[in-house]
């Protein structure tokens, strides 16, 4: 087992690594920058240790303080949790370096996986079907230009390296082509330190479907469902649930044998998910794979009834897989809400100040995982994710009537949050209903906006 593991990200994510340790009985270094000095992980977990200023190149994407950390403070391990370092695999081979363990997939599988194109060719090799579009990088926009004829328009030009929709660009004829590459090349350069594109087939009107995968070093892997993320507003989720409100138990049997297979062809370990885009005949494509632990996963933990970040701990310490793929069972129905500090009535424009009071709903079906308390202001230099609220219930009206009422009991003073518009979310017909698509969240924001500026008027 682990004895002490630094935990190399903050916010909610570094909470939930340092409760998971504790159960465990491993000991929690947090490392903070001087912004977060007053953040409840720091007051969570058993020690903490300054890394630098809030500048995150200079702190939790610094690599040298992170690994004189951990060393400092004699951890064993390292928890990378999501974004900042987690899917570097030159962060993960130093970690190995240095005699640390990365409690993620080894560097050369993040490598692997981390580049679009070879990840694509990688899944496409082990029988995963991949959205059409280029074989590799595209070498120019005539390049460009002549892919997109022969799969037709709209396209879609995307990163190689990077996601969070950062230099993606649809262009629905070869003029918007023209516009949208150097564009996407130039946001691709300065997000990711690589203008290299793919161009693939735009599809419209599709479902952002996403299979969470577990798997040791002895070879055994296994999925735990599905996870439906098309509530999203510029490739930025806002609502996730699970199971999918579109899959049936048998399509869930494929895409996850699937999704099996792909990680079972690199020799996988750790906690992943594999991403696809789902068409409305309930045909599914591949699309990239994350290495890493997700925000929405309490949803899959808490239909499966599976703690995946303990499971993190467990693998990375050489402990064997215990769950078996018949085993499980989608007990239930989950939703998360992300509750940001941003202002959905001027376009999610990023809100700032102290939290002057706050409290977070509770009762039957209702989880909360946050770093909040009262007092604390939350800093403005990283991501503005401020809470994730998870209701369950039996059956998906059920799960989506708790996290009405839990939006509705949630109080937070002093900063502008998105609640407002994920209540008009929740009651939504065609969100109700479950015919909500990748664009959705787009046109019903649009309708939202008009409402509240004439109830203003």
Not at 355 to 376: K, M, N, Q, T
Not at 423 to 439: M, N, V
Request: hydrophobic share 40%; glycine share 8%; aromatic share 6%.
């Amino acid at each position: 087992m682990l004895n002490k593991v630094l935990i190399a990200n903050r916010g909610e994510i570094a909470v939930r690594i340092v409760r998971a340790c504790q159960e465990l009985g491993i000991q929690s270094v947090v490392a903070y920058s001087e912004a977060d000095r007053d953040s409840l992980a720091v007051r969570l977990a058993d020690e903490a240790v300054c890394i630098g200023p809030a500048a995150p190149a200079r702190s939790y994407l610094n690599p040298p303080a992170l690994i004189s950390a951990a060393l400092i403070t004699g951890c064993d391990s390292i928890h990378p949790g999501y974004g900042f370092l987690s899917e570097n695999p030159y962060f993960a081979e130093m970690c190995a370096d240095c005699k640390l363990t990365f409690i993620g997939p080894s560097a050369e599988t993040i490598r692997l996986m981390g580049d679009k194109v070879i990840g694509r060719q990688t899944m496409r090799a082990a029988g995963v079907p991949t959205v059409p579009g280029s074989e590799g990088e595209l070498k120019s926009v005539e390049e460009a230009i002549e892919v997109a004829r022969t799969i037709g328009y709209p396209v879609l030009l995307k990163p190689s390296a990077g996601g969070g929709g950062r230099g993606m660009r649809v262009a629905y004829d070869e003029s918007d082509l023209l516009r949208a590459y150097p564009t996407a090349r130039a946001e691709a350069e300065a997000a990711f330190g690589r203008g290299d594109l793919l161009l693939e087939k735009y599809l419209t009107n599709v479902r952002h479907v996403e299979v969470q995968v577990l798997a040791d070093s002895f070879g055994h892997a296994i999925h735990l469902g599905e996870r439906d993320c098309s509530a999203q507003r510029r490739h930025q989720k806002i609502v996730e649930e699970a199971p999918s409100p579109v899959v049936t138990p048998e399509l869930r049997a494929r895409i996850g044998a699937d999704a099996v297979r792909g990680i079972t062809s690199i020799g996988y370990v750790n906690a992943g998910t594999l991403e696809f885009l789902m068409d409305q005949d309930g045909q599914y494509y591949f699309i990239e794979m994350n290495t890493r632990i997700q925000v929405e996963h309490p949803v899959t933990e808490l239909v499966t009834d599976t703690d995946l970040v303990r499971w993190q701990l467990l693998i990375a310490s050489g402990e064997r897989l215990t769950l078996q793929q018949n085993a499980i069972r989608i007990a239930r129905h989950a939703v998360e809400c992300r509750i940001n500090a941003e202002d959905p009535a001027r376009d999610f424009l990023p809100a700032g100040g102290e939290i002057e009071f706050y409290l977070p709903p509770g009762g039957p079906g209702v989880r909360v995982d946050s770093h909040l308390y009262a007092g604390y202001t939350p800093p403005g230099n990283y991501d503005s994710l401020l809470a994730k609220i998870i209701t369950y219930g039996d059956t998906r009206d059920d799960a989506l009537n708790r996290m009405r009422r839990a939006l509705h009991e949630c109080i937070i003073t002093g900063i502008k949050t998105t609640i407002p518009f994920q209540l008009a979310l929740i009651d939504d017909p065609a969100f109700r209903a479950g015919r909500h698509h990748t664009g959705y969240v787009a046109e019903l924001l649009q309708r939202w906006k008009s409402e509240q500026a004439a109830t203003v008027a």
